[in-house]
Protein backbone atom coordinates (compact mmCIF):
# COMPACT_ATOMS: atom_id res chain seq x y z
CA UNK A 1 0.00 0.00 0.00
CA UNK A 2 1.56 3.21 -0.85
CA UNK A 3 1.71 6.73 1.44
CA UNK A 4 -0.67 9.52 0.15
CA UNK A 5 2.29 11.48 -0.58
CA UNK A 6 4.08 8.89 -3.13
CA UNK A 7 0.79 8.31 -4.74
CA UNK A 8 0.51 12.58 -5.32
CA UNK A 9 4.21 12.23 -6.98
CA UNK A 10 4.05 9.96 -8.97
CA UNK A 11 1.10 11.01 -10.41
CA UNK A 12 1.65 12.70 -13.81
CA UNK A 13 -0.40 16.08 -12.44
CA UNK A 14 2.68 16.64 -9.70
CA UNK A 15 5.78 14.95 -11.87
CA UNK A 16 8.84 16.91 -11.41
CA UNK A 17 7.14 19.13 -8.44
CA UNK A 18 9.00 17.41 -5.59
CA UNK A 19 9.12 15.55 -2.55
CA UNK A 20 8.71 18.56 -0.79
CA UNK A 21 5.72 19.78 -2.37
CA UNK A 22 4.21 16.23 -2.28
CA UNK A 23 4.49 16.23 1.70
CA UNK A 24 3.51 19.77 1.92
CA UNK A 25 -0.25 18.46 -0.20
CA UNK A 26 -0.23 14.95 1.24
CA UNK A 27 -2.55 16.16 4.25
CA UNK A 28 -4.93 17.00 1.79
CA UNK A 29 -5.42 13.52 0.39
CA UNK A 30 -7.74 11.21 0.49
CA UNK A 31 -8.19 7.58 -1.29
CA UNK A 32 -11.34 6.71 -2.60
CA UNK A 33 -12.52 4.01 -4.87
CA UNK A 34 -15.97 3.93 -6.92
CA UNK A 35 -17.84 1.36 -8.41
CA UNK A 36 -18.30 1.00 -11.99
CA UNK A 37 -21.70 3.01 -12.62
CA UNK A 38 -21.25 5.61 -9.27
CA UNK A 39 -21.05 8.92 -10.29
CA UNK A 40 -17.75 11.21 -8.76
CA UNK A 41 -19.50 14.06 -9.03
CA UNK A 42 -22.86 15.88 -10.06
CA UNK A 43 -23.14 19.07 -12.27
CA UNK A 44 -23.73 22.02 -10.06
CA UNK A 45 -22.92 20.51 -6.66
CA UNK A 46 -19.38 22.07 -4.70
CA UNK A 47 -16.87 20.87 -6.01
CA UNK A 48 -14.71 20.13 -2.82
CA UNK A 49 -11.60 17.79 -4.34
CA UNK A 50 -8.95 17.59 -7.57
CA UNK A 51 -9.37 14.14 -8.07
CA UNK A 52 -6.38 12.33 -9.14
CA UNK A 53 -7.38 9.27 -11.22
CA UNK A 54 -4.88 6.30 -10.44
CA UNK A 55 -6.74 3.44 -12.70
CA UNK A 56 -10.36 3.31 -14.50
CA UNK A 57 -12.10 5.00 -17.18
CA UNK A 58 -14.42 8.51 -16.35
CA UNK A 59 -16.85 9.99 -18.31
CA UNK A 60 -16.97 13.74 -18.24
CA UNK A 61 -21.12 14.09 -19.14
CA UNK A 62 -23.67 16.72 -19.55
CA UNK A 63 -27.13 16.15 -19.68
CA UNK A 64 -28.90 17.33 -22.82
CA UNK A 65 -32.38 17.63 -23.50
CA UNK A 66 -34.08 15.22 -24.88
CA UNK A 67 -31.09 13.54 -25.53
CA UNK A 68 -29.91 12.19 -21.91
CA UNK A 69 -26.36 12.43 -20.58
CA UNK A 70 -23.88 13.16 -23.30
CA UNK A 71 -20.36 12.11 -23.01
CA UNK A 72 -18.21 15.04 -23.82
CA UNK A 73 -14.88 13.47 -22.60
CA UNK A 74 -13.40 9.87 -21.10
CA UNK A 75 -10.41 10.47 -18.84
CA UNK A 76 -7.97 7.77 -17.95
CA UNK A 77 -5.17 6.52 -15.74
CA UNK A 78 -3.31 9.75 -14.91
CA UNK A 79 -6.10 12.23 -15.83
CA UNK A 80 -7.38 14.86 -13.52
CA UNK A 81 -11.07 14.97 -13.10
CA UNK A 82 -11.93 18.48 -12.53
CA UNK A 83 -10.43 22.21 -12.15
CA UNK A 84 -13.40 23.36 -11.05
CA UNK A 85 -12.32 23.18 -7.48
CA UNK A 86 -9.84 26.09 -8.27
CA UNK A 87 -12.26 28.49 -9.44
CA UNK A 88 -15.03 30.52 -7.88
CA UNK A 89 -17.88 29.28 -7.72
CA UNK A 90 -16.21 26.03 -7.12
CA UNK A 91 -19.12 24.40 -8.48
CA UNK A 92 -18.75 21.44 -10.93
CA UNK A 93 -19.45 22.01 -14.23
CA UNK A 94 -20.06 18.49 -15.49
CA UNK A 95 -21.28 14.99 -14.06
CA UNK A 96 -18.27 12.70 -13.31
CA UNK A 97 -19.17 9.40 -14.22
CA UNK A 98 -17.49 5.72 -13.60
CA UNK A 99 -17.13 3.57 -16.90
CA UNK A 100 -14.70 1.05 -14.62
CA UNK A 101 -13.90 0.81 -11.52
CA UNK A 102 -12.17 3.85 -10.50
CA UNK A 103 -9.94 4.81 -7.83
CA UNK A 104 -8.54 8.34 -7.02
CA UNK A 105 -6.38 10.56 -5.09
CA UNK A 106 -8.61 13.20 -3.74
CA UNK A 107 -7.36 16.61 -2.79
CA UNK A 108 -9.29 18.40 -0.70
CA UNK A 109 -10.39 21.57 -2.19
CA UNK A 110 -10.16 24.02 0.32
CA UNK A 111 -7.10 22.64 2.06
CA UNK A 112 -5.52 22.36 -1.43
CA UNK A 113 -6.49 26.41 -2.45
CA UNK A 114 -5.52 27.25 1.20
CA UNK A 115 -1.73 25.44 0.82
CA UNK A 116 -1.73 27.58 -2.72
CA UNK A 117 -2.09 30.86 -1.24
CA UNK A 118 0.63 29.80 1.71
CA UNK A 119 3.43 28.59 -0.40
CA UNK A 120 2.88 30.76 -4.36
CA UNK A 121 5.12 29.02 -5.99
CA UNK A 122 2.79 25.51 -5.38
CA UNK A 123 -0.01 27.82 -6.20
CA UNK A 124 1.71 28.94 -9.14
CA UNK A 125 3.02 25.34 -10.30
CA UNK A 126 -0.88 24.25 -9.89
CA UNK A 127 -2.02 27.12 -12.00
CA UNK A 128 0.58 26.46 -14.83
CA UNK A 129 -0.20 22.79 -14.80
CA UNK A 130 -3.96 23.21 -14.83
CA UNK A 131 -3.84 25.91 -17.70
CA UNK A 132 -1.93 23.57 -19.81
CA UNK A 133 -4.73 20.61 -18.73
CA UNK A 134 -7.31 22.86 -19.91
CA UNK A 135 -5.70 24.29 -23.00
CA UNK A 136 -5.25 20.11 -24.13
CA UNK A 137 -8.59 19.41 -23.34
CA UNK A 138 -10.19 22.87 -24.71
CA UNK A 139 -8.18 21.74 -28.31
CA UNK A 140 -9.80 17.96 -28.05
CA UNK A 141 -13.06 19.68 -27.94
CA UNK A 142 -12.92 21.70 -30.86
CA UNK A 143 -11.20 18.36 -32.67
CA UNK A 144 -14.08 16.60 -31.76
CA UNK A 145 -16.34 19.57 -32.91
CA UNK A 146 -14.91 19.84 -36.19
CA UNK A 147 -15.21 16.38 -36.72
CA UNK A 148 -19.00 16.16 -35.89
CA UNK A 149 -20.15 19.63 -38.06
CA UNK A 150 -17.25 18.30 -40.81
CA UNK A 151 -19.49 19.18 -44.31
CA UNK A 152 -18.87 15.92 -46.38
CA UNK A 153 -15.82 16.72 -48.88
CA UNK A 154 -17.99 15.84 -51.68
CA UNK A 155 -20.19 18.51 -52.47
CA UNK A 156 -20.98 19.15 -55.94
CA UNK A 157 -19.77 22.97 -56.62
CA UNK A 158 -22.45 25.97 -56.73
CA UNK A 159 -20.56 27.88 -59.21
CA UNK A 160 -22.33 31.04 -61.22
Not at 41 to 63: F, P, Y
Not at 79 to 101: E, M, Q, R, V
Not at 124 to 141: D, P
Request: a negative charge; aromatic letters at 10%.
Amino acid sequence: MHKIEDLICIHPFFDGLGQEFCSFVAGCGINRHYEQGQYLAHEGEGAEALMLIRKGKVAVETKVPERGAVIIETLNDGDIAGWSWFFPPYLWAFDLHALTNVSVTALDASCLRAKCEDDPRLGYEVAKRLARMMTERLKNTRLRLLDLYKAPLDLPHRGP
